[in-house]
């Protein structure tokens, strides 16, 4: 599922291709899935492009906002040429500006666009805002004695940290995954919170993990993947101590960590 960097990288791409285009026409050719109408879009504006968490929102003129959720496997992909039909296997909105085509595609069909901040205003801390800071993690960690992966992963408390990052972040705090989050130490949460600030702008340097679905709009794959430390490393050597790498399940989701120095 893309998480804050793949979404991020969207963003920055979206605004390079789109903002200032005019929405022309629009299908709607999964009306479960895409909460948008012709009447909410057709004739706006594109005036920015947002990211919240793991929503994209797409800013329109007259006040309207679209929010976007990918999901697993959802795409926004922008064609400056004429559309194919190879180009719409999986194509689940059509927007037709007055240059070029963005499409939201989705091979799964769990991804969401719909009009509105509702979703929003559920999501947790930011992870690139002044509130992603000791004190308010120290809050939130207290309150629980969930697996710390698990409390990273929960979008209503810090939003943006998928699996992968969680993982990769922990790796580099020298955190065990299933680790109470109320055991946390002082040191170790201003080591965690400087890890997943690390880890998230290495990600957003080589543009996201294309590991399955994910694709920038322009249709190239972030590079990520090739970069990770633990994640889908499983008896691989720790690059720290040379020990394997651990496989378990946390929470229904795979988990690597390398248990000698993850305490
Ligand atoms: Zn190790």
């Not at 797409?58 to 006040?63: H, T, Y």
């Not at 992603?132 to 992966?149: A, M, S, Y």
């Not at 995954?177 to 946390?184: C, D, G, V, Y």
Request: glycine share 6%; proline share 3%; with cysteine.
């Amino acid at each position: 599922m893309p998480e804050l960097p793949e979404v991020e990288t969207i963003k920055n791409y979206l605004k390079r291709f789109v903002v200032g285009r005019r929405i022309l026409n629009f299908e709607n050719l999964n009306k479960k899935q895409i909460k948008v109408s012709e009447n909410d879009v057709v004739g706006k504006k594109i005036l920015d492009i947002e990211r919240m968490g793991k929503i994209l929102i797409i800013k329109l003129s007259g006040n309207k906002n679209l929010t976007a959720h990918l999901k697993m496997s959802g795409q926004f992909l922008y064609f400056p040429r004429n559309l194919e039909k190879g180009d719409l296997k999986y194509a689940r909105a059509i927007f037709k500006l007055n240059k070029g085509y963005l499409v939201f595609n989705d091979v799964r069909k769990f991804g969401w666009l719909r009009v509105g901040n509702e979703e929003i205003q559920k999501l947790g801390i930011e992870p690139f805002s002044k509130k992603f800071n000791i004190k308010n993690l120290e809050k939130i960690f207290k309150q629980t004695k969930r697996p710390i992966k698990l409390v990273l992963m929960d979008q209503r408390k810090i939003a943006g940290i998928g699996n992968i990052y969680a993982n990769e972040a922990l790796f580099l705090a020298k955190i065990n995954p299933q680790k109470p989050a109320n055991k946390l130490t002082k040191i170790e949460i201003k080591r965690l919170k400087n890890s997943i600030i690390k880890i998230l702008k290495r990600a957003l340097k080589y543009e996201g993990t294309s590991s399955r679905f994910y694709l920038k709009p322009d249709q190239t794959k972030g590079r990520y993947q090739e970069k990770f430390l633990v994640y889908q490393k499983t008896s691989k050597d720790c690059s720290r101590c040379g020990k394997k790498i651990k496989k378990i399940i946390l929470g229904g989701r795979s988990t690597f960590y390398c248990s000698f120095c993850q305490k």
